[in-house]
């Protein structure tokens, strides 16, 4: 009996793209990207990871092209939820690793195309590779989570390193994944026109710029790779450095999301905001510390969906991340070309009242799609 090939680790692949593209990068000709960019961190998971999203940008352009590859490993988790309107129902289950290996290539726009916006006008194409699996995050987190003392959401009473994502009708209908998957994921072409300010930056600059995002319906939802709709968004970024070591980001966007396959029996909002915002710190030559924030607006509309009374506890189901806004904060560290990082969601509000411990609702609540991501990032210019 023939054996099923075994697919390679994902980290592995990461690590071996970065080498070739390493060693076939020119060397001394290839000019250091900007120490003060933003990290571009995004919100991946098995649900906002299937429709655009708007990472942050510098606004002050690409002055020339660049290559950006990055892997990122991210760790969702819910305990099965049931959602309930009338005498329909809907099961909602995340537990899961993804990992991502995205390639993006910027290129400014030419004179012959750009004409007068020559130097302002430039086009980013990302392209993905995603691994859906079990993972090495279960048990780390569970670590985490038993030093700081903090509830550990019910992990410990499921299997650790599982895969089981589920978001339909209880008879099959919609997305449902219960292994570990490989896709390709959407194609997201990414268009930024700065409209003030300069490329060069420095102390007392502010840049500004305009965004135009379309995702391309390259990945299958079946296999998590995308949502089977095109989106789109447009957004307004500014980049400010009011002194020489430290560097401000931010943008307002909003996305026209496009709906998920008619099983899911959820809906998408097809409208959804987000702002955020990135300060660089540099220490020295080529090294910089990076924190970022994120808030988007809540993914699905609930449209008279309750949770089901045989769900006992709504924190960390999938409640929060259905229907509440999403805040992630990232923390990254920067050494010439190279940026490693870590993503948490943490949200300001109230917890859903059932959810309430010692008599009385916390301030913050967190959804855990995703819990936890970490990501490392290489770029250079060309």
């Not at 990302?126 to 569970?142: F, H, N, Q, S, Y």
């Amino acid at each position: 009996m023939r054996r099923r090939p075994r697919l390679a680790d994902p980290r592995a692949v990461a690590l071996a793209v970065v080498g070739g593209l390493v060693a076939l990068a020119p060397g001394a000709r290839a000019a250091a990207p900007a120490p003060d960019a933003p990290l571009g961190a995004w919100t991946p998971g098995p649900l906002r990871g299937l429709s655009l999203d708007m990472p942050l940008d510098d606004a002050r352009g690409a002055p020339s092209p660049f290559v950006d590859v990055r892997w990122l490993a991210a760790n969702a988790w819910s305990v099965p939820t049931v959602l309930e309107r009338g005498g329909d129902r809907v099961v909602v289950r995340l537990d899961a690793q993804t990992d991502v290996l995205q390639a993006a290539v910027a290129i400014p726009w030419p004179r012959a195309w750009a004409g007068a916006l020559r130097e302002r006008l430039a086009t980013r194409v990302e392209a993905r590779l995603l691994r859906t699996w079990g993972g090495w995050t279960d048990r780390p987190i569970e670590a985490w989570h038993g030093a700081i003392g903090s509830w550990n959401f019910q992990r410990e009473v499921w299997a650790r390193d599982a895969v089981d994502v589920r978001l339909g009708r209880e008879d099959g209908r919609g997305i449902g994944v219960a292994g570990p998957r490989t896709a390709l994921g959407d194609v997201a072409v990414r268009t930024a026109l700065r409209i003030a300010g300069d490329g060069a930056g420095g102390p007392g600059r502010l840049a500004l710029a305009l965004r135009l995002d379309v995702k391309l319906p390259t990945g299958a939802p079946s296999r998590l790779g995308g949502s089977g709709s095109p989106d789109a968004g447009v957004g307004v970024a500014a980049t400010w450095t009011p002194v020489r070591w430290l560097t401000g980001h931010g943008m307002a966007s909003l996305r026209a999301l496009g709906p998920l396959p008619r099983g899911a029996g959820l809906r998408l909002r097809p409208l959804q905001a987000g702002i955020e915002a990135s300060l660089v710190a540099r220490l020295g030559e080529g090294v910089a510390v990076v924190v970022e924030d994120r808030l988007l607006a809540p993914a699905f509309g609930s449209h008279g969906w309750t949770l089901s009374p045989e769900v006992e506890r709504p924190q960390a189901s999938a409640w929060y991340a259905l229907f509440r806004a999403h805040n992630q904060v990232s923390a990254g560290l920067r050494v010439g070309e190279l940026t490693v990082y870590v993503s948490e969601d943490f949200t300001p509000g109230t917890q859903h009242a059932r959810d309430a411990r010692g008599g009385g609702q916390r301030w913050f609540y967190d959804s855990n799609a995703p819990d936890l991501a970490l990501g490392v990032a290489w770029t250079r210019r060309l």
